[in-house]
């Protein structure tokens, strides 16, 4: 795993974890406006990083272990704030989990939570998810524009998508996707000393339902939001000005 680093290091800092299926420039867009008030740091996933070629996705636990490791060797044990959306978003719940990172503040954006369901059901979801993504990376340009909502995705934005599809193995594919709804963790979730935010967009709520039940059980203390027009993942990559202000805002809560 590479960690990029963004803003000057006198500045608080700031952990931001992306979601399945995209590079380690998913954060791009909000970068040059974070990065004025924070130091950011971003890993890029092991299997999603053009830069890394022959690696594939690991586990949630493996990935949070790297960085709880570097965090701790380089300072970072404690940040100002986590955020993670979707895979970013387990990858910070672990994190809750294991507790060798503190946080102000942590954001959990369309988190997916583990599945509380029989065992031998996951790997038919599991199969299910596999055939799905792997379809879409075998689509044509055209055959995926139809597919995203040409409304909300421009032509670069669907290219961008289909780059990195492409550039996932079939074994990061799977790992990924079932290991992001089947990863481990502590129950029930010891309370942390800062802020937790439970993110998802208006458009994903019925996606969601399995997770927000999740996190009204085990992080009863995290606080839930809702943010209008907004589906899985859109919020950094498709309204980066007001993803930036609500982040702002949540670590400003109770200051």
């Not at 369901?117 to 599991?126: D, E, F, N, Q, S």
């Not at 079932?178 to 800062?194: E, M, S």
Request: overall charge negative; glycine content about 10%; aromatic content about 12%.
């Amino acid at each position: 795993m590479r960690f990029q680093e963004f803003g000057s290091k006198e500045l608080q800092a700031v952990l931001l974890l992306q979601p399945m299926g995209l590079g380690p420039d998913a954060f791009d867009l909000v970068v040059p406006i974070l990065s004025q008030s924070y130091h950011l740091i971003v890993p890029t996933i092991p299997g999603l990083d053009p830069k890394e070629p022959g690696q594939d996705f690991t586990s949630i636990e493996e990935i949070a272990a790297n960085i709880e490791d570097w965090g701790c060797e380089h300072g970072g044990s404690h940040v100002k704030g986590i955020y993670g959306c979707s895979m970013g978003g387990a990858i910070a719940i672990r994190l809750l989990s294991d507790r060798r990172i503190s946080a102000d503040v942590w954001i959990i954006d369309g988190g997916i939570t583990p599945y509380q369901i029989w065992k031998p059901l996951t790997y038919l979801i599991g199969i299910r998810d596999f055939l799905m993504i792997w379809t879409a990376k075998h689509m044509s340009l055209k055959s995926l524009r139809e597919v995203m909502n040409p409304d909300k995705y421009t032509e670069k934005d669907i290219a961008y998508v289909k780059d990195c599809l492409r550039g996932m193995s079939n074994r990061t594919i799977w790992r990924g996707f079932y290991q992001t709804n089947n990863y481990n963790g502590a129950l029930p979730i010891q309370k942390p000393a800062g802020k937790v935010f439970y993110w998802y967009g208006e458009e994903e709520k019925k996606d969601r339902r399995w997770d927000l039940a999740y996190i009204r059980k085990n992080l009863p203390w995290a606080r839930i939001q809702e943010n209008a027009g907004m589906g899985h993942g859109e919020s950094f990559t498709l309204f980066p000005d007001r993803f930036c202000e609500m982040f702002v805002a949540c670590c400003r809560v109770d200051e």
